[in-house]
């Protein structure tokens, strides 16, 4: 990180992820997605948009991001 710089958004992506998949070793695929959606919807900046975007008929990749399926 450059001397002086508070923010570092790759340090920040990467402690995201690692939350991430960790919620998904411990919940199971299912229910992470189910709790991630949950708290994307409550979210006030990311909620609106959502539904914006659901009611548009654009929907979510999230389906699409299920290694699962």
Do not use: Y
């Not at 695929?29 to 990311?46: F, G, Q, T, V, Y």
């Amino acid at each position: 990180m450059k001397p002086g710089k508070e923010f570092d958004c790759v340090e920040m992506k990467a402690k995201i992820q690692a939350r991430l998949l960790c919620e998904v070793a411990e919940l199971g695929w299912e229910e992470a997605h189910r709790r991630r959606a949950k708290r994307l919807s409550r979210d006030p900046i990311l909620g609106s948009f959502l539904r914006t975007k659901m009611a548009n008929g654009n929907g979510s990749a999230a389906g699409r991001l299920n290694p699962h399926r």
